[in-house]
């Protein structure tokens, strides 16, 4: 049995486009003649990297707020403690526990869901964010 054609097109018959990194797709299966409507699909790729230094302290933080796509965070190499990632409400007993030089990344829309907390007061962290 061939494989059954696929062709990529909008509502109106048109050539897809992509917006804001999204491509909607409704494929249509000549064999069967119905029409598959599959929704969005996200183009993977990053257009913008940023980096930094953040200072944990004994309080859990919130990472901060920018939109990204993931999040790359290592335990600075210096620290003596501890640096825990979690949700609002992370404890120096929950969460992602980084020993120094460790790295924690995640797929994630805003690093204000991500919150920070170290057992050593003024340990740092080193943020790499792909957008």
Known sequence: MPHPKVKISD????????????????????????????????ILGYSV????????TDSAVQ?????VKHVD???????????YIGASGVSATTGIGLYPGDVYSVDIDDTDLLYVISTVSGDDINVVMFR
Request: aromatic share 0%.
């Open 73 to 83: 965070i290592m335990a600075n190499i210096s620290n003596t403690g501890i640096v």
């Open 63 to 67: 990472l901060g707020s920018a939109t």
């Open 49 to 56: 990297v940023t980096h930094g230094a953040v200072n944990v």
């Open 11 to 42: 509502d109106s018959g048109n050539a897809v486009s992509v917006t804001d990194n999204r491509l909607d797709v409704n494929a249509a299966i000549t064999v069967a003649s119905d029409n598959i409507d599959i929704g969005d699909v996200q």
